[in-house]
């Protein structure tokens, strides 16, 4: 009797100590962590003389739990220039300065640990001071901001990205026209495209200009993603079993054949969705039927580009499909009379069509398009404005 009684009291105790420990597993996974973000912040061109740039930009931490305080011990600030020219002779320096509301910064420029309060900001400026020759080459400022968080999580590190141009090419210079079999196609020069950017803006500023009155604007899917700030550095991805077991499959060409490039696909759909378009992609192949784990996958499976992807700084980074195409074509219209599209061509002749206005032909578009006319790379012509030959036969 007493042999069984201790039984019972030790199934139950064993039973109270997993329940206890799956609920402590349960609150853990539920608590946010150290959910202290940077943003991007705003960026300008103080200085631009022939020897001397002074770039600005004033960003904010946020902490964004809603119960924790998240201190920040650490904030530094690495820049990498991309020019046309070489950068012998150019020096580059930076100095934070923290703008806390309660706490002054220091003469000494030393960033002293700081608790950022529960659903609070502080804000920060980044002062990038460039010398030396020919700086009129550079191109843009790759600034990696490092900064450490510090609360229930841990010690966590983490790294802002944020590219800010430095050139601008003309708006007013007309652009090249190329001849396609139903429409003259104009590939439209801008700057580095970035995170700073809106995308309204950026056609005001480079098409606008050479706008006429049934013309049509194209986008690519990757430089509308960059303005969207949908990149990852491979550093700040954590491959996890799926993501390292299925890369392997794919073709070396693939995006998806790494598992950096792999797990970003499975943050965006899901461990589960990736397992399923897998195998259901696998028996679908052998029975003659290829291509059918993107179909599975979803729309970001074909849209994410890895490391090499696109044109530098961004060609290290994975660089993830755009999101709402649709709402930003209807926004480019309502705010331009254009009719507009994103699109994602490649030299293969193969021309997708993300997103359009009612009032733009498919037919037209992959006519127009099929020889690849924009340019993600040094051409920086990721805006095509096209010109129907015809009012009428194009519309739908």
Request: glycine share 6%; hydrophobic share 40%.
């Amino acid at each position: 009797m007493i042999t069984e009684i201790l039984t019972i009291g030790i199934i139950v105790l064993a039973i109270l100590i997993t329940l206890s420990w799956l609920a402590l597993e349960l609150q853990y996974r539920k608590r946010p962590g150290n959910a202290l973000e940077l943003t991007s912040g705003d960026w300008n061109l103080a200085v631009a003389e022939p020897e001397k740039y002074l770039l600005v930009g004033e960003m904010e931490l946020c902490n964004c739990t809603k119960s924790l305080e998240i201190m920040v011990p650490e904030v530094q600030a690495e820049v990498k220039l991309l020019s046309n020219g070489s950068l012998e002779g150019v020096n580059c320096e930076a100095k934070i300065t923290p703008f806390h509301e309660d706490a002054p910064a220091r003469t000494d420029n030393y960033w002293f640990a700081y608790i950022v309060k529960v659903g609070k900001k502080t804000k920060l400026k980044i002062s990038i001071d460039i010398q030396g020759n020919n700086l009129e080459q550079l191109k843009s400022a790759w600034i990696k901001v490092n900064y450490i968080t510090y609360g229930p999580g841990g010690r966590i590190p983490k790294v802002k990205h944020i590219i800010v141009p430095l050139k601008f090419p003309d708006s007013n210079t007309t652009p090249n026209q190329r001849e396609a079999k139903n429409a003259k196609v104009f590939p439209i020069r801008t700057h580095l495209l970035t995170e700073l950017d809106d995308p309204i803006e950026i056609i005001k500023r480079y098409v606008v200009p050479h706008a006429q009155r049934g013309d049509i604007v194209t986008i690519g899917e990757t430089p509308l993603a960059l303005i969207q700030g949908r990149f990852r550095h491979p550093t700040d991805v954590k491959p996890g079993w799926v993501a390292k077991r299925i890369c392997y499959f794919f073709l070396p060409t693939s995006s998806l054949a790494t598992a950096c490039g792999m797990q970003t696909l499975v943050d965006i759909v899901g461990p589960i969705k990736v397992l399923i378009a897998f195998f259901g992609g696998s028996i679908a192949k052998i029975l003659g039927q290829p291509g059918m784990f993107y179909q599975l996958a979803g729309e970001q499976a074909r849209l994410i580009d890895d490391v090499t992807g696109t044109l530098p700084p961004y060609d290290q980074f994975i660089v993830l499909g755009p999101e709402n195409p649709q709402q930003v074509v209807y926004q480019i219209q309502e705010a331009t009379g254009l009719g507009a599209a994103i699109v994602d061509v490649n030299d293969l002749k193969a021309v997708k069509i993300l997103a359009a206005t009612s009032n733009v032909s498919q037919s037209l578009l992959e006519e127009a398009l099929i020889s690849n006319p924009a340019g993600n790379a040094d051409e920086q012509t990721p805006i095509v404005l096209i010109r129907p030959l015809s009012s009428d036969e194009f519309r739908i």
